[in-house]
């Protein structure tokens, strides 16, 4: 019994852990009743100033639903991504990225909103 308990504790941290990842900072660039326009930049800090490697332009409407498309320019090869989502209380995302060559991804998702 106690190890169904620390086994059911260690996925309930786990899921927790992954539930509070940051999100990127969404910079609007226009908004309207239909959605706003937003930039997501990539951004390194130093010591003493802050640089862009990439950024992230994309749609957010308001039922959640929305597309993004960017680029990271912090490696060696850019890599390109390109994504959506649905809206509503469980939400659907999926995307691909790519720099071109040897690394390619496809990414999906479900968030559910309680």
């Known amino acids: ?3 169904l308990i620390l086994a ?3 996925a309930a941290a786990w899921w927790a852990a992954s539930a509070v990842m940051a999100e990127p900072v969404k910079v609007p660039l226009d908004s309207d ?4 326009l937003y930039v997501a930049p990539n951004v390194n800090s130093t010591e003493t100033s802050a640089y862009t490697k990439g950024a992230t332009f994309g749609v957010q ?4 639903s929305g ?3 960017g680029t ?9 991504s390109l ?4 809206g509503g209380n ?25």
Request: charged share 20%; net charge positive.
């Open 1 to 3: 019994m106690s190890k």
């Open 8 to 10: 059911c504790l260690g």
């Open 33 to 36: 009743d239909k959605g706003t």
């Open 61 to 64: 409407r308001p039922d959640g």
């Open 67 to 69: 597309t993004y498309i």
């Open 72 to 80: 990271d320019t912090s490696t060696p090869r850019p890599t390109y």
């Open 83 to 86: 994504g959506a989502s649905t």
């Open 90 to 114: 469980v939400s659907l995302t999926g995307g691909v990225l790519s720099d071109g060559k040897a690394n390619n991804g496809v990414k999906a998702g479900i968030t559910i909103k309680y």
